[in-house]
T-cell receptor, first 113, second 118 residues
Framework: GQNIDQPTEMTATEGAIVQINCTYQTSGFNGLFWYQQHAGEAPTFLSYNVLDGLEEKGRFSSFLSRSKGYSYLLLKELQMKDSASYLCAVRKGGRTGANNLFFGTGTRLTVIP | DSGVTQTPKHLITATGQRVTLRCSPRSGDLSVYWYQQSLDQGLQFLIHYYNGEERAKGNILERFSAQQFPDLHSELNLSSLELGDSALYFC?????????????????FGSGTRLTVV
Protein backbone atom coordinates (compact mmCIF):
# COMPACT_ATOMS: atom_id res chain seq x y z
CA GLY A 1 0.00 0.00 0.00
CA GLN A 2 0.92 3.65 0.03
CA ASN A 3 1.44 5.63 3.24
CA ILE A 4 1.03 9.28 2.38
CA ASP A 5 0.92 11.70 5.29
CA GLN A 6 0.12 15.38 5.35
CA PRO A 7 -1.09 17.70 8.11
CA THR A 8 -4.86 17.82 8.31
CA GLU A 9 -5.24 21.57 8.68
CA MET A 10 -3.14 24.73 8.48
CA THR A 11 -3.90 28.41 8.88
CA ALA A 12 -1.85 31.26 7.45
CA THR A 13 -2.17 35.00 6.96
CA GLU A 14 -2.86 36.77 3.70
CA GLY A 15 0.40 37.86 2.07
CA ALA A 16 2.48 35.34 4.01
CA ILE A 17 4.28 32.16 2.94
CA VAL A 18 3.13 28.68 3.92
CA GLN A 19 4.80 25.30 3.49
CA ILE A 20 2.71 22.13 3.34
CA ASN A 21 4.67 18.96 3.95
CA CYS A 22 4.03 15.47 2.64
CA THR A 23 5.81 12.24 3.49
CA TYR A 24 5.30 8.98 1.70
CA GLN A 25 6.35 5.35 1.70
CA THR A 26 5.71 3.38 -1.46
CA SER A 27 7.23 0.96 -3.90
CA GLY A 28 7.30 1.75 -7.60
CA PHE A 29 7.53 5.50 -6.99
CA ASN A 30 7.27 7.36 -10.26
CA GLY A 31 6.62 10.98 -9.39
CA LEU A 32 4.79 13.23 -6.96
CA PHE A 33 1.91 15.56 -7.76
CA TRP A 34 0.27 18.38 -5.88
CA TYR A 35 -3.35 19.27 -6.52
CA GLN A 36 -5.58 22.03 -5.20
CA GLN A 37 -9.19 21.23 -4.38
CA HIS A 38 -11.88 23.69 -3.34
CA ALA A 39 -14.71 22.14 -1.37
CA GLY A 40 -16.97 20.02 -3.57
CA GLU A 41 -14.99 20.78 -6.70
CA ALA A 42 -12.57 18.89 -8.90
CA PRO A 43 -8.90 18.73 -7.96
CA THR A 44 -6.79 20.93 -10.21
CA PHE A 45 -3.16 20.27 -11.05
CA LEU A 46 -0.55 22.47 -9.37
CA SER A 47 2.84 20.84 -9.75
CA TYR A 48 4.80 17.70 -10.48
CA ASN A 49 8.21 16.43 -9.33
CA VAL A 50 9.92 13.26 -10.45
CA LEU A 51 13.55 14.25 -9.75
CA ASP A 52 14.95 15.65 -6.51
CA GLY A 53 14.87 19.39 -6.19
CA LEU A 54 12.65 22.40 -6.45
CA GLU A 55 10.13 23.16 -9.20
CA GLU A 56 8.85 26.73 -9.28
CA LYS A 57 5.64 27.89 -10.90
CA GLY A 58 4.76 31.46 -10.10
CA ARG A 59 3.59 31.71 -6.50
CA PHE A 60 3.76 27.93 -6.07
CA SER A 61 6.88 25.81 -5.66
CA SER A 62 7.23 22.13 -4.92
CA PHE A 63 10.22 20.23 -3.59
CA LEU A 64 11.03 16.54 -3.65
CA SER A 65 13.57 14.36 -1.88
CA ARG A 66 13.16 10.78 -3.05
CA SER A 67 15.67 9.37 -0.57
CA LYS A 68 13.71 10.85 2.32
CA GLY A 69 10.25 10.18 0.89
CA TYR A 70 9.47 13.83 1.41
CA SER A 71 7.90 16.66 -0.53
CA TYR A 72 6.60 20.09 0.26
CA LEU A 73 4.43 22.64 -1.46
CA LEU A 74 5.35 26.27 -0.88
CA LEU A 75 2.77 28.97 -1.44
CA LYS A 76 3.98 32.56 -1.48
CA GLU A 77 2.10 35.85 -1.25
CA LEU A 78 -0.97 34.07 0.03
CA GLN A 79 -4.33 35.26 -1.21
CA MET A 80 -7.75 34.61 0.27
CA LYS A 81 -8.62 32.49 -2.77
CA ASP A 82 -5.82 30.08 -1.81
CA SER A 83 -8.05 28.76 0.97
CA ALA A 84 -8.58 25.18 -0.20
CA SER A 85 -7.40 21.64 0.36
CA TYR A 86 -3.98 20.72 -1.01
CA LEU A 87 -3.57 17.12 -2.02
CA CYS A 88 -0.26 15.31 -2.22
CA ALA A 89 -0.36 12.37 -4.62
CA VAL A 90 2.20 9.72 -5.41
CA ARG A 91 2.34 8.25 -8.88
CA LYS A 92 3.10 4.58 -8.77
CA GLY A 93 4.11 2.41 -11.66
CA GLY A 94 2.39 -0.94 -11.98
CA ARG A 95 3.09 -4.30 -13.57
CA THR A 96 0.88 -3.48 -16.53
CA GLY A 97 2.87 -0.37 -17.34
CA ALA A 98 0.14 1.87 -16.07
CA ASN A 99 0.87 4.72 -13.70
CA ASN A 100 -1.72 5.45 -11.08
CA LEU A 101 -2.11 8.28 -8.60
CA PHE A 102 -2.58 7.62 -4.91
CA PHE A 103 -3.61 10.53 -2.75
CA GLY A 104 -3.05 11.61 0.81
CA THR A 105 -6.04 12.85 2.77
CA GLY A 106 -5.18 16.46 1.97
CA THR A 107 -4.31 19.56 3.98
CA ARG A 108 -7.07 22.08 4.47
CA LEU A 109 -5.50 25.55 4.30
CA THR A 110 -7.35 28.55 5.66
CA VAL A 111 -6.03 31.98 4.73
CA ILE A 112 -7.04 34.71 7.15
CA PRO A 113 -6.89 38.50 6.63
CA ASP B 1 -14.17 23.48 -18.00
CA SER B 2 -11.53 20.77 -17.67
CA GLY B 3 -12.73 18.85 -20.71
CA VAL B 4 -13.66 15.81 -18.62
CA THR B 5 -17.44 15.45 -18.41
CA GLN B 6 -19.22 13.57 -15.68
CA THR B 7 -22.95 12.93 -15.46
CA PRO B 8 -25.09 13.18 -13.51
CA LYS B 9 -23.78 15.89 -11.17
CA HIS B 10 -26.02 14.79 -8.35
CA LEU B 11 -27.75 11.49 -7.63
CA ILE B 12 -29.96 10.51 -4.72
CA THR B 13 -30.99 6.89 -4.42
CA ALA B 14 -32.12 4.36 -1.84
CA THR B 15 -30.14 1.59 -0.21
CA GLY B 16 -30.07 -1.61 -2.21
CA GLN B 17 -30.40 0.17 -5.54
CA ARG B 18 -28.02 0.26 -8.49
CA VAL B 19 -26.71 3.36 -10.26
CA THR B 20 -24.48 4.11 -13.22
CA LEU B 21 -22.10 7.06 -13.34
CA ARG B 22 -20.78 8.24 -16.67
CA CYS B 23 -17.51 9.88 -17.65
CA SER B 24 -16.33 11.28 -20.98
CA PRO B 25 -12.57 11.89 -21.04
CA ARG B 26 -10.81 14.87 -22.59
CA SER B 27 -10.55 14.65 -26.34
CA GLY B 28 -7.53 12.53 -27.20
CA ASP B 29 -7.13 10.99 -23.74
CA LEU B 30 -7.08 7.21 -23.72
CA SER B 31 -7.00 6.57 -19.98
CA VAL B 32 -9.86 6.93 -17.53
CA TYR B 33 -9.45 6.66 -13.77
CA TRP B 34 -12.21 6.48 -11.16
CA TYR B 35 -11.86 7.80 -7.62
CA GLN B 36 -14.14 7.90 -4.58
CA GLN B 37 -13.97 10.74 -2.08
CA SER B 38 -15.98 10.32 1.10
CA LEU B 39 -16.53 13.11 3.61
CA ASP B 40 -13.20 14.10 5.13
CA GLN B 41 -11.47 11.30 3.27
CA GLY B 42 -8.81 11.47 0.63
CA LEU B 43 -9.38 10.45 -2.95
CA GLN B 44 -9.42 6.66 -3.07
CA PHE B 45 -8.31 5.11 -6.33
CA LEU B 46 -10.87 2.63 -7.64
CA ILE B 47 -9.94 1.52 -11.14
CA HIS B 48 -8.08 2.50 -14.31
CA TYR B 49 -8.99 1.77 -17.93
CA TYR B 50 -6.79 2.40 -20.94
CA ASN B 51 -8.19 2.21 -24.45
CA GLY B 52 -10.97 -0.11 -23.39
CA GLU B 53 -8.93 -2.44 -21.19
CA GLU B 54 -8.72 -2.59 -17.43
CA ARG B 55 -5.16 -1.70 -16.37
CA ALA B 56 -5.21 -1.41 -12.61
CA LYS B 57 -7.55 -1.94 -9.68
CA GLY B 58 -7.44 -0.12 -6.40
CA ASN B 59 -9.79 -0.36 -3.44
CA ILE B 60 -12.84 -1.15 -5.52
CA LEU B 61 -15.59 -3.18 -3.87
CA GLU B 62 -16.98 -6.28 -5.59
CA ARG B 63 -20.36 -4.52 -5.75
CA PHE B 64 -18.76 -1.93 -8.03
CA SER B 65 -17.72 -2.46 -11.63
CA ALA B 66 -16.62 -0.31 -14.52
CA GLN B 67 -16.02 -0.45 -18.22
CA GLN B 68 -14.65 1.73 -20.99
CA PHE B 69 -16.41 1.73 -24.33
CA PRO B 70 -14.98 1.99 -27.88
CA ASP B 71 -15.69 5.74 -27.92
CA LEU B 72 -13.55 5.89 -24.73
CA HIS B 73 -16.30 7.03 -22.38
CA SER B 74 -16.47 5.05 -19.17
CA GLU B 75 -19.21 3.98 -16.80
CA LEU B 76 -18.95 3.09 -13.14
CA ASN B 77 -21.70 0.80 -11.91
CA LEU B 78 -22.50 0.72 -8.21
CA SER B 79 -24.91 -1.94 -7.00
CA SER B 80 -26.53 -3.03 -3.73
CA LEU B 81 -25.90 0.47 -2.51
CA GLU B 82 -25.24 1.10 1.17
CA LEU B 83 -25.32 4.32 3.17
CA GLY B 84 -21.53 4.28 3.30
CA ASP B 85 -21.32 4.52 -0.47
CA SER B 86 -22.44 8.14 -0.26
CA ALA B 87 -19.51 10.11 -1.64
CA LEU B 88 -18.18 12.23 -4.46
CA TYR B 89 -17.11 10.07 -7.37
CA PHE B 90 -14.50 11.63 -9.62
CA CYS B 91 -13.31 10.54 -12.97
CA UNK B 92 -9.95 11.65 -14.34
CA UNK B 93 -8.38 11.17 -17.73
CA UNK B 94 -4.87 11.22 -19.11
CA UNK B 95 -3.35 11.13 -22.55
CA UNK B 96 -1.69 7.75 -22.18
CA UNK B 97 -0.76 5.66 -19.14
CA UNK B 98 -0.32 8.47 -16.66
CA UNK B 99 2.69 10.21 -18.15
CA UNK B 100 2.68 13.97 -18.45
CA UNK B 101 1.10 15.19 -21.65
CA UNK B 102 2.19 17.94 -24.03
CA UNK B 103 0.73 20.60 -21.75
CA UNK B 104 2.58 19.26 -18.73
CA UNK B 105 -0.43 17.81 -17.02
CA UNK B 106 -0.80 14.24 -15.88
CA UNK B 107 -4.35 13.74 -14.88
CA UNK B 108 -7.34 15.98 -15.52
CA PHE B 109 -10.34 15.59 -13.26
CA GLY B 110 -14.02 15.99 -13.98
CA SER B 111 -16.28 17.93 -11.64
CA GLY B 112 -17.58 14.75 -10.03
CA THR B 113 -20.88 13.06 -9.28
CA ARG B 114 -22.23 13.51 -5.77
CA LEU B 115 -24.00 10.31 -4.77
CA THR B 116 -26.29 10.31 -1.76
CA VAL B 117 -27.68 6.99 -0.59
CA VAL B 118 -30.68 7.30 1.74
Amino acid sequence: GQNIDQPTEMTATEGAIVQINCTYQTSGFNGLFWYQQHAGEAPTFLSYNVLDGLEEKGRFSSFLSRSKGYSYLLLKELQMKDSASYLCAVRKGGRTGANNLFFGTGTRLTVIP
Amino acid sequence: DSGVTQTPKHLITATGQRVTLRCSPRSGDLSVYWYQQSLDQGLQFLIHYYNGEERAKGNILERFSAQQFPDLHSELNLSSLELGDSALYFCASSESLGDLDREGYGYTFGSGTRLTVV
